[in-house]
Nanobody
Framework: QVQLVESGGGLVQAGETLRLSCAAS????????LAWYRQAQDPGKPRELV?????????NYADSVRGRFTISRDDAKNTLYLEMNSLKPEDTAVYSC????????????????WGQGTQVTVSS
């Protein structure tokens, strides 16, 4: 079984910085794409892809966070990070990590996994 556990969320003021971590554990043969999503409390807002990083290090960011957030990965530690600078109240949400992992050698397939999420609250 593969588990993803996020940490690093909390309550901060606008303009401050937070660093989120997502540690993958369990049966892991290979990790492909990793990403951070967020879900605001407003039920009318869909879950948003914040940033993603491929196995070759290629990254992609939502327009709303580009230039402020940095996604990175440490494959030796099976850990994903999200450095969030210049936080804004509109960044308030539950942040969840997402991973595409091959739990066993081929012919086992890659599978999708989600963490439970960590709350980030930014006050004005």
């Amino acid at each position: 079984q593969v588990q993803l556990v996020e940490s690093g969320g909390g309550l901060v003021q606008a303009g401050e910085t937070l660093r989120l971590s997502c540690a993958a554990s369990g049966s892991i043969f290979a990790i492909n794409k990793l990403a951070w999503y967020r879900q605001a409390q407003d039920p009318g807002k869909p879950r948003e892809l914040v940033a993603s990083i491929n196995s070759d290090g290629g990254t992609n960011y939502a327009d709303s966070v580009r230039g402020r957030f940095t996604i990175s990965r440490d494959d030796a530690k099976n850990t994903l990070y999200l450095e969030m600078n210049s936080l804004k109240p509109e960044d308030t949400a539950v942040y969840s990590c997402y991973a595409i992992i091959r739990p066993s050698p081929p012919p086992a397939f890659f599978r999708q996994y989600w963490g439970q999420g960590t709350q980030v609250t930014v006050s004005s």
